[in-house]
């Protein structure tokens, strides 16, 4: 009779359970979405802007979210013929990898220093480095340009060579403190009684365990100087020297005037790369960014 009586009981929590789960897959469901749509429209109005006729995406009556002429190459085409679109990718590519490759170079041995060896005031020294990151550009152009001027380096994209380096090199060595500090020190001690010298250690035992760290550095370095404004436009004015970020707002707004459709397509072609090596090195950027945090 006991089992009689609480099979109904048993039937309503076994109900009360399946409504609540399919609520809460629901509204996970109507979250995400809207956190999709957040995400993906920016880019759909990014690819409805760059293909649409001028007669299609000035025209007020027109609904705005689909093609309501046929879609057209010709902003494209502008872009390509009457700009200096392609100079503005390279000139990006050039600044982009040798920064990188200061950054780096200077960031390893500063951050393995920094984070491996004990000595009076390298805490302080660490922090130190980390809150120059935090000075505004616009405190730092003007005594920057005293010294872009004295090598006369002015208005070329070498001048962005010499001066990204004093917000990314600061920046990665702290990122890369972190990561260096989660590498047990069993580990180098072991090398070292193995025979190698503390170099050795470093460079056979710690930078191949650290390659994500590294990589994340050469990411966020990569990435800082794509998106930077301030010193781009500064230092460089001469058409074929700026950077992508620079040459299509400078190039493609005219006062009041803005070729909008031309505008999206140099915003999409250089995100679509971008975003794709993001994707692709997603899993190593995010053991990097967490490594100093986890040991």
Known sequence: MATIAAAPHRARHSRAYRVRKIRNEVAFWLVLGL???????????????????VNDLYDPKNNPLVFNLAPTLDQVRYLFDKTNYLAWVRNTAEVGLLVVAITVSLCVPAAYVLARTKFPGSGTLGIGIFLTYLVPPTLLFLPLSQIVVGLGLVNTRWALVLVYPTFTIPFCTWLLMGFFKSVPREITEAARVDGCSRLGAMFRIVLPISVPGILTIVIFAFTLVMQDYVYALTFVSASDEKMVTLGVVSDLVRGDVFAWGSLMSGALLIAIPVAVAYNFFMDTFVRGITGGALK
Do not use: G
């Not at 999709?36 to 429209?41: G, L, Q, S, Y």
């Not at 920016?42 to 802007?49: A, E, G, K, N, S």
């Open 35 to 53: 956190f999709i749509v957040f995400a993906v429209f920016p880019v759909y109005w990014m690819f409805l802007t760059a293909f649409k006729q």
